[in-house]
């Protein structure tokens, strides 16, 4: 099969979606070229002194919203005598003060069901408070109306979703370096982090790059937290790895290489892992040597099928982090998949529809959309199994069920794309939609709740 975009039109709706879909992972091109050509002309200093007449404090940091991917520093001094900003600061922290739940082994914190409250602490933070929203998740900003997404907690089926007091993260976080590795759904859930952390950490913020565009880092200056994000889809070396210019039409793979890339993740005190979607393709060609992407013209390929070729990068990684990790130092997590619903047919929606429109999650907890492949998943955690028996200190956060009711959940049109809508794709939302990444606040935050409750663990 031949996923091209110039086919969409003529091929089935399913097609169609997958096109769109690996569209969403293309976002990432305008993601890094806007942060690689911004970055160097308009660096922004916020400085807000001697605020305690200024009560649009908020207001000020929005304004820069914009520059989400510019360096940013938002620097709030005369903090004692900053009584707004103080307690905007630490508004949620009050929120989240109940005592934190015990994980035992008995209470499984991923099966579970989503209950509207909006009465709770959710959102966790607002979305025109966050000046490093990215644009491709900023869904009311671009437009999206209704915001009862944003109003959904997580309930488990067998106990209470642990909550943390703001200064329990902090303490916990203080002097080290989160790092998320994966594809845009990990970076989706990164700036998630972000926004959670950015509104609980007062001080000093700032956002950079580095590493030609694969890192991005935000650091809590006085606090020496850094929380990074590392371009990195298949975890092993593809030709999808370029940060800015990644092809999609095939998958090559050196399936055995990984070194290029995770040289630059040992000295993470806590590292976050995704990769999924993009094995997802029909066929997978791995470079015969087995080893690093050379563009030669003349490379010999293997082609195989996806679900072995996931199985052999997982091994290539699982063998990377048993070499490399040393795990009274290094605490490794990997992030479940995650659902995306571009077929409205399987939640009794009409066939030519998607997740487009939608503003309540499906209300049976059984929904299980058909694209979330279960060899796939079985393939993933037989493999975080075989590491945990080598002693790696890995923990699977297991979002599978979690995300497939939240077809209300994702951006759709609403958002910033890597390059504007077409007149044509803006008459067609049902084609145009991303029914794959989230609005932030929203569904990963969540993720991050239970992230934390591991962490803190
Ligand atoms: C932006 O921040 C990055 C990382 O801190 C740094 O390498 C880069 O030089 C900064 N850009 C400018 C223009 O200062
Ligand atoms: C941050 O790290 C620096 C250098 O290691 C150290 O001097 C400083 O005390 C640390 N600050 C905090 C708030 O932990
Ligand atoms: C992850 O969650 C799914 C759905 O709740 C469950 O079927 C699966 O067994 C879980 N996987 C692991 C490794 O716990």
Known sequence: MNYSIGLCGMQTMIHCSLVIFFLGGLATMSYYRNSIQEVASHDITVTLTNTVTNKNVDTRVIDHQEGASHNITVTLTNKVT????????????????????????????????????????????????????????????????????????????????????????????????????????????????????????????????????????????????????????????????NPTNH????????????????????????????????WRAPVVKLIKSGESLLDDPNQEYEEVDSLHAYEMGLKTWS?????????????????????????????????????YGETEPVMDDRFWESRTDSKMLSILYSSLNKLKTTRVNIQLINITQLTQCRKDAHPTVFKKQWRPFTNEQKKNPQLASDCSHWCLPGVPDIWNELLLAYILR
């Open 82 to 241: 900053n009584k707004n900003v103080a307690t905007r600061v630490f508004d949620h922290q009050e929120k989240l003060r109940s005592p934190p739940t015990s994980l035992t082994g008995a209470c499984d914190l991923f099966s579970g069901r989503w209950v509207y409250d909006d009465t709770s602490h959710y959102p966790l933070y607002k979305e025109r408070e966050c000046p490093f929203l990215h644009d491709s998740f900023a869904c009311q900003t671009y437009g999206r109306k209704d915001s009862k997404y944003q109003h959904w907690r997580w309930q488990p089926h067998g106990c209470e979703f642990p909550r943390f007091a703001g200064k329990e993260i902090i303490e916990r976080l203080k002097g080290k370096r989160l790092l998320f590795v994966g594809d845009s759904l990990n970076r989706n859930q990164w700036n998630s982090m972000i926004c959670i952390l950015d509104s609980l950490i007062p001080g000093v913020k700032t956002m950079g790059g580095g590493l030609n565009g694969f890192l991005r880092t935000f650091k809590a200056t006085d606090y020496n937290i850094s929380v990074d994000f590392y371009w990195d889809p298949l975890l092993v070396e593809s030709n999808g790895d």
């Open 247 to 278: 092809r999609t039409d095939s998958r090559i793979v050196g399936i055995k290489a990984i070194e290029k890339h995770a040289k630059h993740w040992v000295d993470a005190d806590i590292l976050i892992f995704n990769s999924y979607n993009w």
């Open 319 to 355: 063998n990377w982090a048993h070499t490399h990790i040393d795990p009274s130092k290094t605490k490794l997590f990997f992030m479940g998949a995650t659902a995306t619903h571009f077929s409205a047919k399987e939640w009794g929606g009409m066939s030519n529809k998607n997740c």
